[in-house]
Structure formats: C-alpha cells, structure tokens
C-alpha cells in the first residue's frame, strides 16, 4: 500500500466529514492543490502570492494577513478556511467577510480542563466548527511522538492546519509557508507577519512539529514556499 493510500484509510477514518465541509468552502472541487499559511513573517514574491491565490483550497490560521490591491505581493488574498483559537490576536484580517468561510474553532487544551472563555472580538453571529480533539489529538499525539496526554501537551494552530491539509486531502498537492519552526525548531518567541511577537507557548512542541513536516517535505506532493 501505498503512503497516500494508507494515509486515506487510517487518517481521515472518523474525519470524513470535516474534509467533506472543507472542500465546500473550496474555489474548486475536487480539491487538487491546498495551501496553509502559518503566521511567520515573509517578503514579497509574486510567484508564492500566485502558487496560494492558485490553490483550490487555502488555509489559513490565527493572526493571518493577506494582500492588499496596489501593495507588493506577499502571501496571496484568499482565506477559505480559518483555523483559530480563543487567544488570537485579530487582525483587520480575522473576521472580514466571516460569513463567506469555514472557522475551524482549535481549543486542545479544553482537553486538559482548560475552562472555555468567549473573547469579545467574535461577531455574535459568528457560525464556527470545534475540531474534534478526539479525533485529532491522538493521531497528531502519535505522529509527532510526544507525551502529549501525562504532559498535558498541544500542537500548534499552524501545525494543526497542515496535518489536517496533509492528511485529509492525501491525493492533493499542500503548498506550505509562513512556518518558522522549520527553519528555526529551537526559537522561543513567535514574529508574526503582522509584526510584534510572543513566546512559545509551554504546552507546545515545536522541535517535533519540524521533524515530522520536513518528513512531509519528502514527498513529492508537498512542497515548502519561503
């Protein structure tokens, strides 16, 4: 069997439905190509603006920003799927045309007890679809080989977002960029695109979310736009 092939049948078992409503969002079907953007700053370059713009399906994650008409092309202007978590930090970004995307609602530490709060940033009219940590968490847990349940550990929003690329969509071409834990597995503090920073957060493991997507970056299908 195949990778692609065993992905399909051990992965998505249990997720169908969330690659099915994913693909809705999507500006063509069946799903060729998806791009996920992580929140890493990038310099202009029309050839990765156009590769995103390109995909039928992008995603995107917290504090995300996309170009604007008349300035230098950076990261594209499309957002189809918003994975987010209770702490973003919005942006102008974060809930513009809200109501013509998919908000995929990450919280893994709800499974470790973490209370649920409700940021007054949210529109009120806000429709969203909590990832299912029961579905996600054990295989991402296994996968990046942490003890994710005695430490009470969690997997970046980024990171999230590209399993869930990888891993649901395994006959489509992933197109990553914006992730600086691959470059940089060690750092302590994230830079955002959309400037200003914070630190890495205790509960993550970066170190292993780059091992296990540069393990990505050898098959042909996924690639990796710096």
């Known amino acids: 069997m195949t990778l692609i092939a065993e992905r399909a049948v051990t992965i998505t078992d249990g997720l169908d439905h969330l690659r099915d409503l994913m693909t809705t969002y999507a500006k ?6 998806v791009a996920v953007l992580g929140n890493a700053p990038l310099g202009p370059s029309d050839a ?41 930090r919005t942006t102008r970004f974060t809930f513009d045309r809200y109501r013509e995307r998919l908000y995929l609602l990450a919280e ?11 940021p007054m ?6 429709g969203f679809v909590p990832i299912p940590n ?6 991402i847990g296994d996968e990046l080989d942490i003890p994710w349940r005695a430490e009470k550990l969690a997997p970046t929003t980024g990171f ?5 690329a990888v ?3 395994p006959e489509s071409e992933i197109r990553l960029s914006g992730f600086s834990f691959i470059d940089n597995p060690g750092q302590r503090e994230w830079t955002y695109q959309v400037g200003g920073t914070s630190p890495v957060g205790p509960e993550h493991r970066i170190e292993a979310e780059a091992r296990v997507m540069t393990d990505w970056l050898k098959e042909e299908r996924v690639s990796l736009w710096r």
């Open 48 to 88: 990765r603006a156009q590769a995103i713009d390109e995909s039928d399906l992008v995603i995107r994650v917290n504090s995300f920003v996309l170009d604007l008409p008349g300035e230098p092309r950076v990261q594209g202007s499309r957002a189809d799927v918003v994975l987010w978590n209770r702490i973003t």
């Open 121 to 126: 940033s949210w529109p009120p009219d806000l």
């Open 108 to 118: 893994p530490m709800r499974f470790h007890g973490r209370p649920e709060v409700w």
């Open 160 to 164: 999230t977002a590209a399993w869930l």
């Open 167 to 169: 891993n649901l969509f």
């Open 28 to 33: 063509r079907a069946p799903v060729t190509s």
């Open 134 to 139: 029961a579905e996600v968490l054990p295989r």
